[in-house]
């Protein structure tokens, strides 16, 4: 039986870094849109800029982007356990994992956000994270949404902050580059 390998970005924190840095610049430019339909996409976005960064910094503590579930299937020679795997797409149990690895990672981060009269303002950063989970779950195919309130120029602005306090735990593995 063939042994799975780990894909050669599984550790990489600078490839995923980029990549979150490219998702949440694009993002930020279709909120800028007066194109309603393109903050669908720009929501998405804004997403999985968020997950790949907290994968980077999850990378960066040590951590390898891999389905814990399919561990057993890995050659034993790469040393990974369940325990060493990043994985999902959920934003707070990935903020949690970084909160348990780095203790200056602070999900009741007051955010400062002056209240917005559309949605109900996030308060900490777990509040924050919290409205851009449905981005992912009930945006990217067609679902009947559950717990999307909306979409506004007003996630660009939380993105903005959330994406603020979660660049530095990867930011110094992608450079300036």
């Not at 804004?46 to 399919?70: D, R, S, W, Y």
């Not at 981005?135 to 506004?152: A, Q």
Request: charged fraction near 25%; include cysteine.
């Amino acid at each position: 039986m063939t042994k799975l390998k780990l894909d050669k970005y599984a550790r990489d924190a600078r490839t995923w870094g980029r990549g979150a840095e490219i998702n949440y610049a694009a993002s930020l430019e279709l909120f800028r849109s007066d194109n309603l339909v393109l903050w669908f996409p720009a929501a998405s976005l804004g997403h999985h800029a968020l997950e790949m960064g907290f994968k980077a910094a999850l990378i960066c503590e040590g951590l390898t982007v891999f389905n814990p579930k399919l561990v057993s299937k890995l050659d034993p020679a790469t040393g990974l356990l369940e325990a060493d795997c990043a994985w999902g797409h959920e934003l707070v149990p990935l903020a949690e994992e970084l909160a348990a690895q780095r203790k200056d990672f602070d999900l009741d981060l007051d955010l400062g956000l002056p209240p917005i009269p559309v949605l109900d303002s996030p308060n900490t950063l777990r509040d924050g994270l919290k409205i851009f989970e449905p981005f992912f779950s009930e945006l990217r195919y067609p679902v009947e949404m559950k717990e999307l309130k909306g979409i506004g120029r007003e996630d660009a602005w939380i993105l903005q902050v959330l994406f603020s306090v979660l660049r530095p735990f990867f930011r110094s593995e992608i450079g300036n580059n």
